[in-house]
């Protein structure tokens, strides 16, 4: 059966097909209809369909990620959304964390909450943090309520009350009310999309959901009736941010858990790559043309994140947005991709970004309008990139464009040559993607020193070296058609579903059947969620706690077996967690009290792996797929240097070469530097071999 | 004289190329970044972990500092600017060894009270001190009196930690660690702290031995003069866009004894003298020491007069001894804000928060794109007790006022001039035994004008009954208020906001700060004001009132009297004609 990936983007929706008999893959793309993403991809399988006949009625799967959510939430385009909350509390949206943007201004200010205040209201009843009740619910005040959402027209509630996480019962019995009284709405209830403590990021993530229900639940029914005309008979999956697929019905209830859909694929498809290695670190590494995304997988493990936000006021500025805290790949987002915009700062100093010169204008070298030097504009000038070979040739650059946009801006007010300016700025963006995935490792632990770095997008390849070198990853993979190899990771996700619970309680105070009880009801609801998007029943459950020393509020995930709890004895689960805080930080504290924070469970099939087509072995070296020299700037030389330049597609496995190189296809273009070795895999992957840490520091600039 | 870009650049052969010092430049603000992630995730408390009441920075074997994280507790960069030299003075550059750790919490020498624990960290390479990590916690406890509100001596207020060796040669000094933990109330907590910033200084201490690696740099010593001047000269360029001249300002904040006691309001009087090249900020005529414990030291009021002066200039500076160069100060010796020793500091952030406002108004003509009204700052609350178990809490829940107008929208709630995230109330009924009742935005609070201040919030809390988990045994609460005595005033025609006041079971008191013990059925209210209005009412526009009024910002009834605004209190619609009518009256 064939696989078809779709993942709309912000400027192309792609597909990708694997044919499930040939291992053939066959790869799509349109322009993304934004006020009716739905289009995009009908003519998207209209086109795969003229391509190769009957690939839409014959898909046993279509895997789906979409931009549709966080779309809706910037352009607020959501419904008329109510929240319902303890009485005393509904300013919790308004006040957030009391955090500002930036410290050092007060002029920006984060989003304000997707609705006025008056539509939010409060009804009698609390919890406490123990799971005692101080006050039962109050039905009349639910009902008095309910009057005003009708006389106000709103359309999507979300109910976030006071310690629900804790006990949902006050929760459930709002949710009973309003299906009596006004069965039209769509109610959220904060206990079910994300029952975690703090009341603030959770009412906000219960907010999201409710904002955009309605909007996707009309979008998924006419992608399935549209399926439906063209015959498709197999299973229209989601991708959910936490890098799992899920049922429509999935999609419908918790639409929040759709925010970073499709964005994890890279770090899938790295996870797939990197493993066809036996690598056991995997820094997966996606540079675009606006921003890149990196990602640290360790031991097959995607990370994991509770601090997704969306609509964030200033570009990567963490509080700065709406939490949708949901179970999420961590990824790192960095503000850099080929069209950042390079520029002299206050300083006097080069800077990167943040603004991007994007597809349009684009890089001043496009001949598009854009006059300021970008990234691409210097790996233009260094030579790195072919001017007559951009997306195979469809775009000629223009190098008189970047010199100029390059000596103008920069050279000339920095004193410098075009070219040291230019290397300039291929050398600072490096150091700024690695800053970025330093300070990522810091805060989540892992050693990059152990890595694989899996480069991939437009510009991933052209700068992984150097990336790599600066952060002492020993090892690259760079993987065929590697501008679009990303949405590979569509075709290897796993049916998943992950739910997250607070606790917060001594681990050895935790009572085993109080946890036994919680722990399955969280199977249970998994189970459900489940079985809607996969009956093969193969799905796995596996089950953690985070714990932390009491007083941190950080947790370390811990798996713990599906037994009952009380045979996880207290004292090993201790020993796990200070070996797993030792693994990650280095060292641990004996005379610590450790407490639980959060349980965690996860239904799961296998993740696929890639089933890449074996190229045939050959006996060609790779001078026959070598095109020629040319001259490309050498950081460590500070000068010109001859670099091979091999062409991919004709590159076999088994041949070898050596840095300095440069190796070309169609949507990326490879950079390898001097000392540094390259070998060809059975799939076509290119591994790079960077010289040893005391070497690599003198081949460093 | 100026410096242009191309001055910048001129090589005498020592001054490493501009592109190399780009790219350490960004390492080692990349090393600070690191180091505050690192210490954010080993940290022990909410101070660090919720609040971000930390900060970490970079130094080169001069002991200038380099580059500090961007997320700071205002006060902790005055430490980090003076701390290393004064520290060489006690312990000698020769007397270092690889694997040393130093720490202090010495007001003086750091950031102006004794939670605020530095520990340094001396960084070798081949043998040879390249530079120093270092870091700074605000500590949940330090010993002394709960919260020490009555202090009259810093004796009072904790332990006082000289520089004392907490690492020698990689080997912990237990005897320190021993007296510290026999001193403080929470000394898991505190101890862990500690060890968290040991672990993000030996973070902050790798990356600097393998930036020089990398860019074959004998020292950090070069690159800092250049980062040094470059930072003076940006944060001149900046003030460049003020008007030269002198600008003044007097601002009264609320006093801190009771006010049916004989105590003056305080008082800030600050004079700006922009010129050329330097701001003079002096702050002769302010308020001679007091009495309690809301001393400022030079060092504490002089990060918070930077902060002032990065918030009116409004350009991304980084934080380095390159400012200094650009800022001087004066301020008597033995008055409020040049506090000397023995004078109690413990709650120096009270006077303190009120410096960037009251520079900032000073400034305002001078601000092209004009400036920000009063803002009621932090709060500072301390939740002590113990639960039935005996574990004992120090909790800071961090709540504040309503920030003031900006002059082209309302201002915010809650988030000015300080920036230390909040407990939320979830995670503080987890962490001390008390049921917040209410925590609401309190209408009519924020200053009317043509942009409303921020509204002000109001916190009920109690403590949980024993019959529910709690604690039988009393609370302590620590509250030192601001804006009660004195509200955020506007500015260019605004109007002042509303005060703020703390109330034991409905009775208030007379004083904007609080030291009480709560039983079971105390209650506590804290009502924090607003922000002030900026520009005249009468240009906000009615619909924009009607909208408050709708949203429960502002009543009807102050929608007529503070803003001449007509709505119907029944159907909250906009009477155009009734408004028409009672605008032109005034």
């Known amino acids: ?701 | 004289m100026m410096i242009g870009p191309n001055d910048l650049k001129a090589n005498d052969g020592t001054m490493p190329d501009p592109l190399t010092i780009d790219a350490v430049w960004e390492r080692v603000r990349s090393i600070a970044t690191e180091m505050g992630a690192t210490l954010m995730r080993t940290s022990f408390s909410t101070s660090a972990r919720l609040n971000g009441d930390y900060t970490c920075a970079v130094f080169d074997d001069r002991g200038r500092m380099l580059a500090q994280v961007v997320q700071a507790g205002a006060a902790h960069l005055g430490g980090m600017l003076t701390i290393v030299p004064a520290f060489f003075e006690r312990y000698p550059r020769e007397t270092l060894q690889p694997g040393d750790a130093f720490v202090t919490n010495d007001p003086w020498l750091g950031a102006g009270h004794t939670p605020d624990i530095y520990v340094l960290t001396p960084v070798f390479r081949h043998a040879r001190l390249i530079g120093l990590a270092g870091s700074c916690i605000h500590h949940v406890d330090v010993g002394g009196r709960r919260s020490a509100a009555d202090s009259c001596e810093v004796y009072e207020e904790g332990l006082i930690i000289p520089p004392l060796r907490l690492y020698r040669a990689g080997v912990p000094n237990e005897d320190v660690l021993s007296f510290i933990r026999a001193n403080v109330r929470l000394p898991e907590i505190v101890v862990g702290d500690l060890r968290a910033q040991i672990a993000s200084n030996h973070v902050g201490a790798t990356r600097l031995v393998e930036l020089l690696e990398d860019y074959q740099l004998d020292d950090l010593v070069a690159v800092g003069d250049d980062i040094i001047k470059r930072t003076a000269h940006a944060l001149r360029e900046a003030i460049r866009g003020l008007d030269p001249g002198t600008y003044r300002n007097e601002a009264c904040i609320d006093r801190f004894g009771d006010a049916s006691v004989d105590s003056a309001p305080i008082r800030i009087a600050i004079s700006v003298e922009v010129t050329e090249s330097k701001l003079i900020v002096d702050l002769t005529g302010s308020s001679p020491r007091a009495d309690g414990p809301i001393n400022v030291v030079l060092n504490a009021t002089r990060a918070y007069l930077l902060h002032g002066i990065k918030l009116a200039t409004n350009t991304p500076v980084p934080n380095n001894v390159g400012i200094m160069d650009v800022f001087e100060l004066r301020v008597p010796a033995g008055s409020l804000f040049n506090a000397t020793f023995p004078a109690p500091v413990y709650w120096r952030m009270q006077p303190a928060l009120h410096l960037p406002e009251t520079l900032l108004r000073a400034l305002e003509p001078a601000i092209p794109d004009g400036s920000i009204s009063g803002s009621s700052p932090h709060w500072f609350t301390v939740i002590h007790g113990a639960w039935p178990d005996g574990r004992r809490f120090a909790s800071w829940p961090h709540w504040a006022g309503g920030m003031g107008a900006r002059p082209d929208r309302d201002g915010r709630m809650a988030c000015f001039p300080a920036d230390i995230a909040d407990l939320p109330c979830e995670t503080l009924e987890h962490e001390a035994s008390v049921i917040v009742e209410r925590r609401e935005l309190i209408p009519d609070s924020g200053g009317p004008g043509r942009y409303r201040g921020g509204c002000g919030q109001r916190i009920v809390i109690r403590p949980l009954p024993a019959e529910l988990g709690g604690s039988s045994d009393p609370l302590l609460a620590t509250v030192i208020g601001a804006r009660i005595d004195e509200p955020s005033p506007g500015i260019r025609g605004g109007g002042p906001a509303a005060r703020g006041g703390i109330y034991v079971n409905g009775q208030r008191l007379p004083a904007s700060r609080a030291q009480q013990l709560l039983s079971a059925e105390d209650t506590l209210t804290l009502e924090m004001g607003g922000g002030g209005g900026y520009g005249p009412v009468l240009e906000r526009d009615p619909a924009a009132v009607r909208e408050d009024v709708v949203n429960g910002l502002v009543s009807a009834e102050a929608a007529l009297r503070d803003y001449g605004v007509v709505i119907d209190p029944a159907t909250l619609s906009l009477d155009v004609f009734e408004t028409e009518r009672a605008r032109r009256g005034r």
Request: include cysteine; hydrophobic fraction near 40%; charged fraction near 25%.
């Open chain 1, 1 to 701: 059966m064939d696989v078809i990936g779709c993942d709309i983007g912000g400027t192309f929706t792609d597909f990708v097909v694997l044919d499930g008999s040939t291992g053939e893959l066959i790869v799509e793309k349109v322009l993304t209809t934004p006020d009716d993403p739905a289009q995009a991809v009908l003519s998207g399988l209209e086109r795969l369909e003229a391509r190769r006949p009957g690939s839409v009625a014959g898909a046993g799967r279509l895997i789906h990620g979409t931009t549709l959510v966080v779309n809706a939430t910037i352009e607020r385009k959501g419904a008329r959304t109510a929240l319902i909350t303890t009485r005393g509390f509904r300013d919790a949206l308004e006040m957030r964390r009391q955090k500002r943007v930036d410290f050092y201004e007060y002029r920006t200010d984060p989003p304000a909450p997707l609705g006025p205040r008056q539509y939010r209201y409060e009804i009698d009843e609390r919890m406490l943090a123990n799971g005692r009740v101080l006050l039962p619910l109050d039905e009349r005040s639910v009902r008095h309520v309910v009057g005003e959402l009708l006389k106000h027209e709103i359309q999507s509630v979300a109910v976030s009350l006071l310690h629900a996480y804790r006990d949902p019962r006050h929760e459930r019995a709002v949710k009973r009310l309003l299906g009596q009284l006004a069965p039209e709405l769509f109610v959220s209830l904060s206990s079910e999309v994300l029952p975690e403590v703090r009341e603030f990021e959770r009412a906000s993530t219960t907010v999201v959901n409710a904002y955009v229900q309605p909007l996707v639940a009309r979008y998924l029914a006419v992608l399935e009736r549209a399926l439906a005309e063209r015959d498709f008979g197999g299973n229209l999956l989601l991708m959910l941010s936490a890098g799992g697929m899920a049922a429509v019905s999935t999609a419908r209830a918790f639409p929040v858990r759709l925010v970073e859909s499709g964005s994890a694929a890279g770090a899938l498809a790295a996870r797939a790559l990197g493993e066809l290695t036996g690598a056991r670190e995997i820094l997966s590494f996606d540079m675009g043309g606006t921003t890149s995304k990196a990602c640290l997988v360790r031991d097959g493990l995607l990370p994991m994140t509770d601090e997704l936000e969306v609509a964030r006021a200033s570009g990567h500025a963490r509080g700065s947005g709406l939490p949708a805290s949901v179970p999420s790949v961590d990824l790192m987002e960095i503000g850099s991709g080929g069209g950042s915009i390079a520029k002299i700062n206050a300083m006097g100093l080069l800077q990167i970004g943040p603004e991007s010169a994007g597809a349009s204008p684009g890089p001043a070298c496009y001949r598009r309008g854009g006059s300021q030097p970008t990234v691409t504009d210097a790996d233009l000038l260094l030579g790195y990139l072919n001017p007559d070979y951009f997306l195979g040739g469809e775009l000629t650059l223009d190098r008189d464009a970047a010199n100029r946009a390059i000596g103008e801006h920069l050279a000339r007010p920095l004193g410098l040559d075009t070219t040291l300016a230019a290397w300039g700025v291929h050398d600072l963006v490096n150091e700024q993607m690695a800053s970025a995935v330093r300070a990522h490792v810091a805060e989540r632990g892992g050693d990059v020193g152990r890595a694989v770095l899996v480069a991939f997008g437009g510009a991933g390849p052209l700068h992984a070296d150097g990336l790599a070198r600066k952060l002492r990853v020993p090892r690259l993979l760079v993987p065929l058609r590697a501008g679009v190899a990303p949405t590979l990771g569509f075709l290897v996700a796993p049916v998943a579903f992950d739910i997250v619970r607070s606790v917060k309680i001594p681990l050895a105070s935790a009572d085993p059947a109080e946890m036994d009880s919680m722990l399955e009801a969280m199977a249970a609801e998994a189970e459900v969620v489940m079985r809607e998007a996969d009956r093969s029943g193969d799905a796995e459950l596996s089950r953690a706690v985070d714990i932390c020393f009491l007083g941190q509020g950080f947790g370390l995930t811990v798996p713990i077996g599906n037994g009952p709890f009380g045979l996880e004895r207290e004292a090993d689960l201790a020993k796990r967690f200070v070996e797993v805080y030792r693994e990650r930080y280095g060292y641990a504290y004996a005379d610590q009290v450790p407490e639980i924070l959060a349980a965690r469970v996860r239904l799961s099939t296998r993740h696929g792996s890639l089933h890449l087509p074996r190229l045939p072995a050959a006996e060609a070296s790779a001078l026959d797929a070598r095109k020629g020299r040319r001259l490309a700037f050498s950081g460590p030389d500070r000068c010109f240097v001859e670099f091979d330049v091999y062409d991919r597609p004709r590159l076999t496995p088994g041949s070898t070469f050596v840095g300095p190189a440069i190796v070309e296809e169609r949507e990326s273009t490879l950079v390898i530097g001097r000392g540094a070795t390259a070998s060809v895999d059975g799939y076509g992957n290119i591994l790079v071999d960077l010289p040893s840490s005391g070497r690599a520091a003198r081949e460093r600039v």
